[in-house]
C-alpha cells in the first residue's frame, strides 16, 4: 500500500491530497487558485531578487 502524500492548500491552509482526486493542487479548490493568481496579478506577490530595485533606478545605457 503506497503512502497518500497531502500538501497544505497555499491559500487557506486546507489539507489537499496530492493527485488526480485534486485537480487544483495545490490549492484545494478553484476558488482558492483564484484568490492567488489575483494577488499575483495585483502584484502582492512577487519573487524575490537579489538585486534591489533601487539599484537599477540609476540604470543608463551610456557607458561612464
Known sequence: MSEV???ECPTC???VIWGEISPYRPF???RCQL???GEWANEEKKIPSQ?????NDNWS???E
Do not use: A, H, R, W
Request: include cysteine; proline fraction near 5%.
Open 5 to 7: 502524500l497531502t500538501v
Open 13 to 15: 491552509g486546507n489539507t
Open 28 to 30: 484545494c479548490s478553484k
Open 35 to 37: 484568490i492567488d493568481l
Open 51 to 55: 538585486s534591489d530595485s533601487s539599484e
Open 61 to 63: 545605457e551610456e557607458p
